[in-house]
């Protein structure tokens, strides 16, 4: 059976759960966890408590809402980060901006119009073309997934409107995401150089609700970019029906009217907490600001920026760390991942000691995964035996890093994932549904702890990190 879990109301507190966490703490404890309360199992059992992450994201979305890359929303959350980051008592806030292509929705709407009427679900992906004036008509050609239409010869495909599927399923660890997630990241581009019209594909996310899925996609250079639409998973399911039921062709109206506006101005916000030590390096704690404009961005990933900087608060809370603790909240993740590429161009020269990212949304972290020196072996054993009282087990993979400190691992900076619960992500991610009541105050919590603990122990780690050690 897959696991899913219901919406949580906002601000409720879940005693069974919090009794379910403390259950799993105890079996997967091993014997070297820490038996004795210290500063920091105090600061990390308090951080089970915490109310600033949900308050956090609560605000952000309420305030600012939905917050599309180098538009003025994002201009706003870039302002509203700022107050916020500096009266939470944060040293060094600013805003670093950038320049950047842009690319607005405008009107969606699709209809099957053949061999029966049905209005869908539909929402153009980033990057999109507009149709013609008026929309479009044509038959759809289906394909259940990426290799049948790779397996197609181009006469199917020229000229007419691709629909292609997949099989995506839930997994806690959200790799599902990377095997299936290329119908939206290529098929366009792929569509598009054989000579289709346009493209619709099944929503890539592993809900059964009418609500599409978007996100960005991008056409090789040299490829003129087609309308291209995802439509709700119910819609294609109806789709694939109706072309295995053989009551003739399936067409299909499509009016999609994207603009593109040019190069126009993101930003990153940081904020730090200053160390002791200029020497010892800075540790990153990244997230992304921006979001899709179909929803607020509650897990996706308001939920990231609340969770490091109420983590990164309560570390400044015990007193000043060794390495400064710099918070990375980018621009423009979504539609290409520009935030972190500006920082890491203009922080090229920055000592930096370790990164780290939020960005799975909001339930609990279930596993740690590291990627440190081996002359660190000793400090990743500390993290985990801190984490396991939270029910985080150790992973025997290495750590990847994340979409905004990917600059920073490619440049052989140090990296920890804390690995958030995936089962649920893409029954939300890029969709309406992206609100505050998906959160649960008691999972947000638990990753304010488990970076507590490891902001902690990086921030004061005697031994030397950073790229080369």
């Known amino acids: 059976m897959i696991r899913t879990l219901p919406n949580f109301a906002p601000r409720a507190r879940s005693a069974a759960l919090a009794s379910l966490m403390l259950s799993a703490a105890v079996i997967a404890a091993p014997v070297q966890a820490q038996s004795a309360p210290d500063a920091l199992a105090v600061a990390r059992d308090a951080a089970l408590r915490d109310e600033t992450a949900f308050d956090f994201v609560a605000d952000l979305t309420s305030q600012v809402g939905p917050r599309q890359a180098a538009t003025e929303a994002e201009a706003r ?109 290529t098929g366009p581009g792929r569509a598009a150089a054989r000579g289709a019209s346009a493209i619709v594909i099944r929503s890539v996310g592993t809900d059964n609700h009418r609500n599409p899925h978007t996100g960005n996609t991008n056409f090789p250079a040299g490829v003129t970019p087609i309308p291209a639409a995802a439509v709700s998973n119910p819609d294609a399911d109806l789709i694939e029906r109706m072309a295995a039921n053989g009551d003739g062709p399936v067409r299909i ?38 979001s899709w404009d179909l929803a607020t961005g509650a897990i996706d990933d308001g939920a990231g920026c609340a969770i490091i900087a109420a983590a990164a608060q309560r570390v400044a809370a015990m007193g000043q760390p060794r390495r400064t603790i710099r918070l990375l909240l980018a621009g423009a993740e979504e539609v290409g991942v520009h935030g972190g590429r500006a920082y890491g161009v203009a922080h090229a020269h920055d000592n930096h000691a370790v990164a780290l990212e939020s960005d799975f949304g909001a339930d609990r972290v279930w596993r740690v995964s590291f990627k440190l020196p081996a002359t660190a072996a000793a ?48 029954d939300i991610h890029h969709t309406p549904d992206d609100t505050l009541d998906k959160i649960d105050p008691q999972q947000i919590a638990q990753n304010v702890a488990a970076w507590v603990v490891t902001l902690s122990l990086l921030a004061n780690a005697p031994e030397t990190l950073g790229p080369g050690q």
């Open 77 to 185: 959350a870039r302002a509203w980060a700022v107050a916020r980051l500096n009266a939470m008592g944060f040293a060094n806030v600013r805003v670093e901006e950038f320049q950047m292509p842009t690319w607005v929705r405008g009107e969606e709407t699709a209809s099957i119009i053949s061999p029966r009427v049905q209005p869908m679900a539909v929402t153009a992906l980033g990057n999109s073309a507009a149709t013609p004036v008026g929309g479009m008509e044509g038959e759809l050609v289906v394909f259940h997934d990426l290799a049948a239409f790779d397996a197609a010869p181009d006469s199917a495909i020229r000229g007419k409107i691709i629909y292609i599927g997949h099989d995506m399923e839930r997994t806690q660890d959200g790799s599902s995401y990377g095997a299936f997630g290329v119908v939206r990241f």
């Open 253 to 290: 109206r499509l009016n999609l009217t994207p603009r593109n506006l040019g190069q126009q101005t993101s930003g990153n916000v940081i904020a730090e907490v200053p160390g002791s030590d200029p020497s010892a390096g800075i540790v990153v704690a990244a997230c992304h600001l921006d």
């Open 379 to 426: 400090l990743n054993t500390r993290i985990a035996n801190y984490l396991a009282p939270l029910g985080i087990g150790r992973s025997n993979s290495p750590a990847g890093g994340g979409a905004d400190i990917g600059a920073l691992a490619a440049a052989g900076v140090p990296v920890i994932d804390l690995e958030q619960d995936g089962t649920r992500y893409f």
